[in-house]
Structures are given as C-alpha cells and as structure tokens.
C-alpha cells in the first residue's frame, strides 16, 4: 500500500514538473515579443517627420534660454539613443520642464509657442513613463521617441515662423 501511495506521488510530480517547461517558453517568447524592436540610433534616423532646425534669428532669439538649450542637448543625444535623461527620475524631469516653461523668452511668449511647450510637456512625461515601465513592448517605446523629436521639431518651427512673421510686419509699404 505505502509503496502505491509512494509511486502515484511521483507520478503526480513528474506530471506537475512537466508542464512548467510550457509556461517557461510561453514566457520567453512573449518577452522577446516584447522586445522586437530595439530602441537604436539607426531606428531613430528612420522617423519619418519633417526636421526643422532654427534659423538664425531663433538662434538668436533663445540664445538666454537656458533651458531650451539644455533640451536641445538632451533632444540631441536622443536622437544617438540615448535615453538617460528621459529615463530618470521623474520628479527632476517634472522640475526641468516647469523651468522650461517659465524661463520662455517673453518675445516668444505667444499661444502657439507656449502650446508647442505643453506638447513637449505631454511627451516628455509619456516617454518617460513609457521607459521606466518593464511591461511597455519597445515599439510603443520608439513611437514615444518619435513623439518628442517631432514636438521639439515644431517648436522650433513656430519659433521660427513667429520671428518671420514679426519681420514681415516690420516691413512697411514705400508707396
């Protein structure tokens, strides 16, 4: 009797024993699932988006912005996969970004541009949760990259396009 007892417990451990090796590949393919695509600088310099660069007269005009200036660093380095700054500490990022938004040149200080500033508001706080998440797959990662590049490209543009526009009405008819 006890040697019975004793056979159909191993049996119902071998039984048991044999259907974690299952779950165990389930689990790793799901993980590599997860991890398709890898955030590179190779699959940054293939965003499709349009890259506006400020022209000389934005240059000049954030030239005390101290803030800005740190981000287009950090934006830079982004762009080379870099992801240090936006994968930290989400209270200095929060920091970062009221100081951003307070230090806007008051020449600038115009509704598209202070909007473009809560977009990369809205974004750097998404890629940063996106980041510091275990469970987010990489491609939404990447698309969260993608989103910031692209709400600093548009800044820049509305920066540029504002000083054109002030150059514009500047001009007055000779006539």
Do not use: H
């Amino acid at each position: 009797m006890r040697i019975g007892l004793l056979l159909l417990n191993i049996f119902s451990f071998l039984l048991m024993s044999c259907g974690d090796g299952e779950s165990q590949s389930q689990i790793t393919d799901i993980e590599t699932e997860n991890q398709k695509t890898p955030i590179t600088a190779k699959a940054i310099e293939n965003f499709d988006y349009s890259d506006y660069a400020l022209s000389t007269n934005g240059e000049e005009a954030v030239a005390d912005w101290e803030k800005y200036q740190e981000l287009a660093i950090q934006i830079s380095y982004l762009k080379k996969a870099d992801l240090s700054f936006f994968n930290g500490d989400k209270k200095l990022l929060k920091k970062f970004i009221d100081e951003f938004k307070a230090q806007i040149p008051e020449d600038l200080q115009t509704n598209p541009i202070i909007s473009r500033t809560i977009i990369i508001e809205t974004t750097l706080l998404r890629l940063n949760e996106n980041l510091t998440l275990d469970n987010i797959d990489s491609d939404l990662k990447l698309e969260s990259v993608k989103e910031v590049v692209v709400a600093f490209s548009n800044l820049n543009y509305q920066i540029n396009k504002k000083l054109s526009r002030d150059i514009y009405e500047q001009i007055k008819a000779e006539y």
